[in-house]
């Protein structure tokens, strides 16, 4: 998602503090390519090293002031923290630096809201960004603590604050009645599915991993793919044919995961991530070619493990062997199954080799048979859409190399 000509970019000066996590480096650098994706312009990259954050400004007053006059020599409007920020220690430092201020949970919630599409994926942003701003309003604004007066308005001498928190209660109560008719939907799509016994692939890894690059190389869905961070939200679903002893699996492009990503995002995306809870398989996209590649294999199975998907097979996919200097090839484990496969998403090369992958695992899968064209055609699978949620079907044939 580019920016359109002549966009003025918010100059930010990016802060993280160092707290002792192995992997503060690569977390600083994920914050400038966050911000970027943002819309923000990373002019300066302010660290600090303490062993614990300080409760009023995290960074403590004399730092809170070098970040400050930094920012303004700059011409910088916005301080973006590599770190998740109280209530109050965001509103003490938007106070003393006199600057826009946002933590990371919240820029990644911008970013969400700008790349959701789907009326579903609008929703659940919606929902979890309602969650966040629920905990930003206490006694955050002197004007919300004053009683509402004048003709007509007196009664029950309910405060500003409280109408907000109230407004947002019911807001959110709709946001999740609303969310909770589409997850029913995804559950009638999937008992269908299971009643054919189609076999369920499911697409998972860190962001910018190269999954929608995988995903439409599979099966030519022409989801949209950029070099940047979440740049697809909605869980787009196809079917692939992998021939005649297999017939047609559904395999689902799912979002991308990241350091930290905020509970109420995973709590809110709940009924799009359960697309992988209920997968037979999981293809977990790694970039073969990242050096934090490890540490960003365990951000995804720690994200598994909170929605409930960590005792779902996996695959792991080794992407961008062609940036890694990498060969196409297989290794299997101590059982004899494929454990990892070297691919290139980009250029084809080892894509034969991960069909054959999710062949041998639906082959073993015990409630998998093959299936004919005719059964094909009896239980098509759906795509999220951006105002019903649910699409034609699609088949896709796709052969050998």
């Known amino acids: 998602m580019a920016d359109a000509p002549g966009t003025i970019k918010t100059r930010a000066v990016l802060v993280g ?12 650098e994920e914050l400038a390519l966050l911000a970027s994706s943002a819309g923000a312009e990373p002019v300066d990259t302010i ?37 998740a920020l109280s209530p109050a220690q965001q509103r003490n430092l938007e106070r003393r630096l006199e600057l826009g201020i946002i933590d990371r949970t919240s820029l990644i919630l911008d970013i969400f809201a700008q790349r959701a599409q789907s009326h579903e994926g609008k929703l ?68 269908a599915r299971g009643r054919n ?19 439409n190389t599979l099966t030519k869905a022409g989801v949209y793919v950029a070099n940047q961070l979440f740049a697809t939200l909605d869980t787009t679903s196809r079917r692939l ?24 995002l995973v709590a809110a995306f709940r009924a799009t991530l359960e697309e992988t809870i ?11 070619s990242s050096p934090t590649r490890m540490e960003q294999i365990e951000q995804v199975n ?10 779902i097979p996996q695959i792991l996919v080794w992407n961008k062997i062609d940036a890694a200097d990498l060969q196409p090839g297989v290794e299997r484990d101590e059982h004899d199954k494929i454990s990892r496969v070297f691919i290139s998403a980009r250029s084809g090369a080892g894509l034969d080799l991960l069909r054959e992958a999710i062949v041998e695992a639906a082959s073993a899968a015990p409630n998998s048979r093959p299936k004919n064209e005719e059964q094909d055609d009896a239980a098509p699978e759906f795509s999220l859409d951006e105002d019903h949620g649910e699409s034609n079907p699609t088949s896709t044939h796709v052969g050998p190399p």
């Open 302 to 311: 720690e994200v598994l493990r909170e929605i409930g998907a960590d005792h």
């Open 124 to 191: 659940q942003v919606e929902l979890a960004q309602l969650q966040h701003l629920a905990t930003r309003l206490i006694r955050g604004w002197t004007h919300l603590e004053r009683q509402k007066g004048g003709i007509g308005l007196r009664g029950p001498g309910e405060t500003q604050l409280e109408t907000d928190r109230r407004l947002i209660g019911e807001r959110v109560k709709a946001l999740r009645a609303r969310l909770t008719k589409l997850r029913k939907q995804h559950e009638t799509q999937r008992r």
């Open 278 to 288: 209920h997968a037979d398989v999981l293809l977990h996209v790694v970039d073969g």
């Open 197 to 215: 016994n189609t076999f369920s692939v499911s697409l998972v890894g860190y962001t910018n991993a190269g999954k929608s690059t995988l995903f």
């Open 47 to 83: 660290t600090a090293k303490r062993s614990a954050p300080d409760a009023a400004y995290f960074v403590g007053s004399g730092k809170a002031d070098e970040i400050g006059v930094a920012a303004k020599a700059l011409g910088a409007e916005l301080v973006i923290f590599n770190h």
């Open 241 to 264: 044919y992998l021939g005649e002893g297999t017939g047609s699996v559904v395999i689902s492009d799912t979002v991308g995961f990241v350091r930290e990503l905020p509970h109420q």
């Open 17 to 28: 503090v160092d707290l002792g996590a192995v992997d503060f480096t690569a977390s600083l």
